[in-house]
């Protein structure tokens, strides 16, 4: 399992990635995560909603309410294009991170 602490940085890219395709709700999120990375990487639920909530008060995210099968209410996430561009930029950046570090670790 991952450290917590060296994903960090990139919980945005995660969940924009994620979400690029089409809106999803925490839990949704939550399970394709460790889906995703076999169980090597559990996103916690406090840092999970920490990051919709910084996204969409910084105009990356758009919040909206859905209503299930089961008539359960829940909040759904969507990508919005300023979160889009942010996307881009994160990606480019992870791709000159990882560049680096397989440089030196080498």
Known sequence: MISSDVIRGYTDTIILSLLRNQPGYGYEISRQISAITEQKYVMRETT???????????????????TESNGKRRT???ITPEGRAYLKEKIAEWE???EIIEKIIR
Request: net charge positive; charged share 20%.
């Open 76 to 78: 759904y996430y969507e």
């Open 48 to 66: 999970l909603y920490s990051t919709f909530n910084r996204l969409e008060h910084n105009g990356y995210l758009r919040s909206f309410y859905g």
């Open 96 to 98: 000159l991170t990882k």
